[in-house]
């Protein structure tokens, strides 16, 4: 599952709704949208962020969140390197190798470094 799935997940278990109600309202098919919520889809497209932010009445800040997410939880991500040092590829490769392997404290360790990397840089 991604974030944008669980976030939907919650919005929906929040409004006490199934997600082929879900589905119909917004126009999509229940395996679509179930594909959506576990990660098996790449990034919605803008309209449908749209439709589902007026489908549960979220304010502007929660919608603005809800399309954060969506952009950080794309399944397949592609990671361009080029014109970056060799070293750059090489963790990029790597890290596409283990990432399956890493626990939650390390996924957790490597996110803080790099948000501290953008604040400081």
């Known amino acids: 599952m991604t974030p944008f799935g669980e976030a939907i997940r919650k919005l929906r278990l929040r409004k006490g709704v ?14 679509y949208l179930s594909a959506l919520e576990h990660g098996k889809r790449g990034l919605p497209s803008f309209d449908l962020l749209q439709r589902i932010a007026g ?6 800040d929660e919608a603005e969140e809800l399309f954060l997410l969506a952009r950080v939880s794309d399944p397949r ?24 392997h890493l626990d939650k404290a390390t996924i957790r360790a490597l996110m803080a470094m790099l948000e501290n990397t953008r604040k400081s840089g």
């Open 55 to 60: 489908y549960f009445n979220i304010i502007w």
């Open 77 to 100: 991500v592609v990671i361009d390197t080029s014109g970056l040092e060799p070293e750059y590829t090489a963790f990029a490769n790597r890290l596409s190798i283990e990432i399956r």
């Open 18 to 31: 199934s997600q082929k109600q879900m589905a119909a309202a917004l126009n999509l098919s229940p395996a």
